[in-house]
């Protein structure tokens, strides 16, 4: 199942990513694990948006919506999790809802 998402969004691998996070205009960061993982370790500045209803938050008629991604449309968003399998998921899933979407194994030891 996870194979089948990763040959529809790009890969950014995490020393990619550390130095994407260091331009002028970086990506947004959008993090798919559950809130429990999240509040443990995460990168500062990324948005929170757990996996399980990540289509629910980018629906624009939603009122619980995550503005951040909505305003996402022409901003380069890349997609985390612990593993990579989360993340290539999500990516995949809201693929047409952005501009430029990538996903990534999070190495929070890189990059918090």
Known sequence: MVAEHEQHVA???????????NQDNPPILLDVREPAEFSAMHIKGSINVPRGI??????NDNKENAPE????????????????????????TI??????????ENRFERLE
Request: aromatic share 4%; proline share 2%.
């Open 54 to 59: 990540l289509e629910i938050v980018c629906d």
């Open 11 to 21: 890969e950014l691998m995490p020393w990619d990513l550390e130095e994407k996070l």
């Open 95 to 104: 693929k047409n809802e952005l501009h430029e979407i990538h996903f990534t």
């Open 69 to 92: 991604l909505i305003n996402a449309r022409n901003q380069e968003v890349t997609v985390i999790c612990g593993s990579g399998k989360r993340s290539v998921m999500a990516a995949s």
